[in-house]
């Protein structure tokens, strides 16, 4: 039988590009590799994926993207082993959730086997691209956007499902401090917040500047009504540690369900360390921290993977974070990444390996 | 002195496609003028806007409009009169408007002279298109996007500000049925509901579908906390007539302020009809519909201009509005109409000559 990945044409680059890159100095997502993924969705079906020199995108000025913001975006990551054994980290749930998210901006859904099989042609093809220094990775952005045309609002007949590869380092340099949010807010119930749609990203922009003039990294959304629950950063979900316990807020219609997140829920319990899905309150985490029982607050998510975070701000009001031998945090850490680079047992069965 | 507009370049087309069209057919938004203006955000700065052949755009797949959906669009439309004059209504509004929505998404913002001269230069080239069918008009669409490159979740470098122009027919055919929604929202307290920004759009599709699927035209939106009060239509701010008072709810952060929205206001306020600016209940609502108190509903944007709502939808419930003579939909949309058209004395200054 004839499967999908028979029919992924792959036209490859004359010259690559690869040698003008410094792999030990890698910033995050700005180098990209020599090919991508295209896959067009025309006349109803999405046709067959293929593989083509990573090369710019012509579209007509009224494309639907430009107006409507109709796009879904995805985050992922390939590692490399010390046997040059290529791995991703639990592949098909980022496939699963871009199509939670086609659905909710109204895109066709891609056909499971076209996501993952035109990710392994391009990882075919451009597996020299993943870095193997410490830390590093090729970052992985598969999205899908609105190509075709008209000023109706109303969703496109057309759309382009692309996948392209960025060899990279670390998201964040150093612990990071953040702003609990108390005016602005990043989605709504019933909204489209727990989609990786790319209007959530554009309108957390505004709000993460003025924090950004106010000393911090990033910001922590709260609830839109009251402004008294944590729900997730910027591009991460968010852990507390209070006392010996570890505590994440519920995913809901306004907070994107993290694989990170999920995956450190799962480690942590196997690591018999207490976890709680709850919400979270922001006034028990300041009250935690005058008591002393506040013991780490970290952000998750494959870009950033972990990130402790030093410090907090609340209205006006700096709370610091103490610094812990084997805190939680480094444990998790050590445990996912040894996971994902193959240096561990996985007991999981999160890692998928990808030939080359 | 030089003034920006002795700086705008002119490149026209070699032969206008403008004989291929069927100005008595028109759509909404389909057929496209046969120039742009295009203006760049670079270094730092916008450059002088030209005006050039409607032409494809070409862009770097990491470009941040495909994954962030960084932007922010206007409506707006050119009339043309029996003398062959031509007019746009309230323009100084949609040019403060798109520096409001471009604050919020974190996108420079755009000299007022760029946006007025480059608009007034492309309606110079391009005036032939305003068509002059009863209800048609040029529809004008100013829009901002992310050019600029790069995966990480942050503001571009680069953007591009385009105007593109299509003569349009009716937005809707007939009356519009709606469906006061009781799930789904388009905005949050704290977000960009009051701004134009892409993403406000693209979350509307799928529970429009939803009610598209029931047979409803548009979703009316309530607030995302309780659903019980009435916000906004996907591009149409709503009036209600219960008796003889008109009702419009106040705008917010969740709610645009529309342009049309706020002349019918002074419209109905010169016409001695009883205006009131508050929030409205869905309740109350279909109090009024039980009593036969609730006379009218309508929707009010500059594409849809007024658009008479025949029934609306709550929990499977329909109810149907009355037919009137003399409704304050038609007193209302034959005033703002021969204002736009050049039709009546405009007591307001709302008219805006642009010489050809
Ligand atoms: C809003 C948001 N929250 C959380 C995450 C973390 O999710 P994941 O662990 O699947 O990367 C991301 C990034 O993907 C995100 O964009
Ligand atoms: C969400 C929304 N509400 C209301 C309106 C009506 O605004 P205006 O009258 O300025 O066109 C529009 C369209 O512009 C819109 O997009």
Redesign the pocket.
């Known amino acids: 039988m004839q499967t999908i990945s028979d029919t992924i044409k792959v036209e490859k680059v004359k010259t690559s590009k690869i040698d003008k890159v410094d792999f030990n100095n890698l910033a995050f997502g700005k180098v990209l590799a020599d090919h991508m993924m295209v896959c067009d969705y025309k006349n109803g079906a999405w046709e067959t994926p293929k593989i083509v020199p990573y090369q710019p995108i012509t579209l007509d000025p009224s494309a639907k993207i430009f107006h409507y913001g109709q796009s879904v975006f995805?985050?992922?990551k390939a590692y490399k082993d010390a046997d040059n054994k290529v791995w991703l980290f639990r592949p098909l749930?980022?496939q699963k959730?871009i199509n939670i998210s086609c659905k909710r901006l109204a895109i066709p859904e891609i056909p499971e086997d076209y996501f993952m099989e035109g990710l392994k042609a391009l990882l075919k093809v451009d597996h020299k691209w993943i870095p193997t220094a410490e830390g590093s990775s090729l970052y992985i952005r598969p999205f899908v956007f609105a190509s075709g045309n008209g000023f109706h609002a109303s969703p496109a007949d057309e759309y382009k499902f692309i996948i392209a590869c960025a060899p990279s380092g670390s998201y964040f340099a150093g612990k990071v401090k953040v702003l609990i949010e108390e005016k602005y807010s990043?989605s709504a119930n019933g909204g489209v917040?727990f989609a990786?749609a790319g209007g959530?990203?554009a309108g957390?922009f505004y709000p993460t500047q003025l924090a950004v003039e106010k000393g911090y990294n990033q910001v922590i959304w709260t609830d839109d009504n009251t402004h008294e629950y944590i729900e997730?950063?910027?591009?991460?979900?968010i852990f507390i540690r209070i006392n010996d316990t570890l505590l994440t807020s519920p995913t809901s219609d306004r907070?994107?369900?993290?694989?990170?997140?999920?995956?450190l829920i799962e480690i942590a319990k196997d690591e018999n360390i207490k976890v709680e899905v709850r919400p979270i309150t922001v006034k028990e985490v300041i009250e935690a921290s005058k008591n002393g029982s506040l013991k780490e607050m970290f952000?998750?998510?494959?870009?950033?993977v972990i990130s402790p975070i030093s410090t907090f701000g609340h209205k006006d009001q700096d709370y610091d974070l103490p610094e812990l031998e084997n805190s939680y945090a480094s444990i998790l850490k050590k445990r996912i990444t040894d996971i994902q680079y193959n240096k561990a047992e996985d007991k999981f069965g999160w890692r998928y390996q990808v030939s080359i």
Request: hydrophobic share 30%; no cysteine; charged share 25%.
């Open positions: 995805e985050g992922m749930e980022n959730r990043r917040g990786k959530n990203y957390q997730e950063a910027g591009a991460m979900n907070i994107l369900d993290g694989i990170t997140r999920k995956s952000g998750a998510g494959t870009a950033a």
